[in-house]
């Protein structure tokens, strides 16, 4: 198949687009390459994906519609999965407007260049930050999702409701895939596993918010590929439902999908498993919760099974291994 990936250069974009091309399918990758971090580490995954013929990377802002429109005319995909977002929940804080640009105007930028070239699926990466205040765990993605508590979450939100509103006007499916605390080899460094890890082995203290009462639901990347691989031919037609968990629109070919490992993992648990992955201990520096934050997360991935016949399943010992190993080695530490 054509494959078009926004956000191609990103953490997730990049695991996903390496896995299609693994596949033998031709990928047209789109990225904006914002410094949000270190655009180095975006060009080096790229620079890894340009390795296969079958890769065409573009530079371009799905904010500008005419660039993103121009690309999708040419590209012609068959398929899209749209990655490409403003993420992190502390950063909301700071720079607010960015999420607004790039969530809420981009997929609206996006889902109007598909307007005008149909494809058979959009994939559209949304959160379990989408969950927000709901306290029934785990989260089901049948749950009412109306109190998110950060700006990221929000602007999730915001798009989700873009991409149904679209699929209903248009009768263009897509399905919007929650994710859960994504981590390994090629990730983030705002997110927890690049930070502890690098405090760690440099010696510095590791911020424990809320005194390490949260729990959160690590997803390993190479499982998040799979299942979201597998949901390409899930494709959702309104009220058809494949399971009593299903949560298929009932207006239209629309559909929301949990991917998380089903297992959450303490905070202190967590950076346990980083100390015995670097063999040296952590300084831990106990402080308040931070705002919007949410204390637990919890997928159910009932539904994922039921569409898929997969569920993620990589324990935390195994993953932060490959992490720590990719990082040692990245870093030359």
């Known amino acids: 198949m054509k494959f078009l990936v926004t956000g191609s250069a990103g953490f997730i974009g990049f695991h996903l687009c390496r896995r299609l091309l693994r596949d033998g399918h031709a990928v047209a990758g789109l990225d904006a390459m914002v410094p949000y971090y270190d655009v180095r580490l975006k060009e080096a995954r790229h620079a890894i994906l340009a390795e296969h013929a079958a890769f065409r990377p573009r530079l371009v802002d799905l904010a500008d519609a005419d660039a993103l429109r121009a690309a999708v005319d040419a590209e012609e995909p068959e398929a899209v999965l749209h990655l490409a977002a403003q993420a992190g929940v502390r950063y909301a804080l700071e720079n607010p407007d960015s999420y607004v640009r790039s969530n809420i105007t981009g997929t609206h930028n996006l889902l109007e260049a598909c307007r005008r070239h149909p494809v058979r699926h959009l994939l559209f990466a949304s959160t379990s930050s989408a969950y927000g205040a709901n306290a029934s765990m785990p989260f089901r993605e049948t749950d009412a999702a109306a109190t998110p508590l950060n700006i990221y979450a929000a602007s999730k939100l915001a798009a989700e409701h873009l991409c149904h509103s679209h699929a209903h006007l248009w009768k263009r499916p897509v399905t919007a895939f929650r994710f859960f605390t994504v981590y390994g080899p090629w990730g983030r460094p705002d997110m927890a596993p690049w930070r502890f890890t690098e405090a760690v082995l440099r010696g510095e203290p590791i911020a424990v918010h809320n005194h390490g009462r949260m729990e959160r639901d690590f997803t390993y990347v190479d499982d998040l590929v799979e299942a979201v691989a597998r949901l390409v031919d899930a494709v959702p037609e309104a009220g058809r439902r494949v399971a009593e ?89």
Do not use: Q
């Open 245 to 333: 968990c299903d949560s298929v629109s009932p207006a239209a070919p629309f559909r929301v999908v949990n991917i998380g490992n089903a297992n959450p993992v303490p905070l202190l648990g967590f950076i346990a498993e980083v100390e015995r992955a670097t063999g040296r201990p952590a300084r831990r520096e106990m402080r308040e919760m931070h705002p919007g934050e949410v204390v637990k997360t919890w997928a159910d991935t009932s539904l994922l099974a039921a569409l898929t016949g997969y569920r993620p399943s990589t324990p935390i010992g195994r993953g932060v291994d490959a992490f720590v190993a990719w990082f040692r080695d990245h870093h030359r530490i």
